[in-house]
């Protein structure tokens, strides 16, 4: 049985060469921090996608000043319970007295060599600051 729709959103994959089967609609989900997408997604999308999802209107509207059509990008946020995550309640107190933490809550993945974190001076003036905390 065909599928009516392909969801492709992997980070670690190679997104240029995934090849959608011929069935179905072909939606991608891409995030995207760096500003404006590469061009060599916005020819695929544009070439291959029936539709891209995206977590923000910021990565919309990079999206959109790329080159990819408006109209094919829908923002799909992700889902948190306020009920449970807030700014109330109790707060867990820091082992030390340092001023300032970098807390990045995200996936280590492998960024393209234009990003800020691959500068190992990035890291370094991160770290002086307090900690650096990866929550994967």
Known sequence: EEADFIIWHSYEDDFEAFQAPAAGQFIAVRTWDFGPFP????RKIKRECDRLWVHTEWIRQQAIVAGVPGERIAVIPHGVSTEIFSPQGQHYPLPDNKQFYFLIAGATIPMPPTTAWTSTSSLK?????GRVWWCA
């Open 125 to 129: 003036a991160a770290a002086m600051c």
């Open 39 to 42: 061009p060599s997604w916005v």
